[in-house]
């Protein structure tokens, strides 16, 4: 299927969708077409299709991608913010593709779900000026109610080598750096859990 870009030039960006944004795209699609069931039959009302989803009590995992930055002008951390963005689909399609246990790869176990968003805020330990963070929601799929150890340690690991060419060593006396942590849902910033993370995402579309 070709999924055409409305701006010019029109391309093809289908190649952009992993398994994880198709698995995000049709368990959203199974939903709305739900809702709208149910709305035809008078069970619902038009409100509970257009219902803005918090993301942050939608999953109870996280996977938090910090990008810091020190001594650096603001203009060259963004330039890299903007860089490890534009990679954060190798590192979902590393993570796809990793073995879980008894060869079932991690996509058939787990909801993966990338929010489009960064936010800044303060690094905890005070060592950077610039600290913009992404978020990746987690959870085991309804039909698996078996409890996993998911170990990402690796694809984490050579996606910081191999696509952000980052020593995990050194990393702590690099300028700008990445750093993965993985968060429950009780671990996250107070902050995120207030703001209202759709509106402030449909306004930067908007810019």
């Not at 391309?11 to 795209?25: G, K, Y």
């Not at 001594?71 to 951390?77: K, L, R, S, T």
């Not at 020593?167 to 703001?195: C, F, G, I, M, Y």
């Amino acid at each position: 299927m070709r999924i055409i870009t409305p701006a010019f030039p029109c391309i093809n960006s289908a190649h952009n969708v992993t398994l994880a944004t198709l698995s995000t795209i049709e368990t959203q699609l199974r939903i709305g077409y739900q809702d709208i069931k149910d709305i035809v039959g008078g069970r619902k009302s038009w409100a509970e299709l257009f219902k803005r989803i918090d993301f942050f009590k939608e999953y109870v995992n996280f996977l938090e991608i910090n990008v810091l930055g020190r001594n650096v002008p603001v203009a060259d951390f963004n330039k890299y913010k903007n860089f490890v963005e534009s990679k954060l689909r190798r590192l979902t399609e590393k993570i796809e593709r990793q073995t879980v246990d008894k060869g079932s790869l991690f996509n058939d176990i787990i909801q993966l779900h990338i929010l489009p968003t960064s936010f800044k805020r303060e690094e905890v330990d005070g060592e950077y000026e610039f600290c913009e963070t992404y978020y990746y929601g987690m959870k085991l799929k309804r039909d698996c109610a078996e409890e996993k150890v998911i170990d990402l340690r690796e694809p984490i690991r050579d996606f910081l080598k191999q696509d952000l060419l980052i020593e995990p060593d050194k990393s702590s006396k690099a300028d700008v750096t990445v750093v993965v942590n993985h968060l429950e849902s009780s671990q996250l910033p107070s902050t995120l859990l207030s703001r209202n993370i759709l509106k402030e995402f449909s306004n930067t579309i908007g810019e």
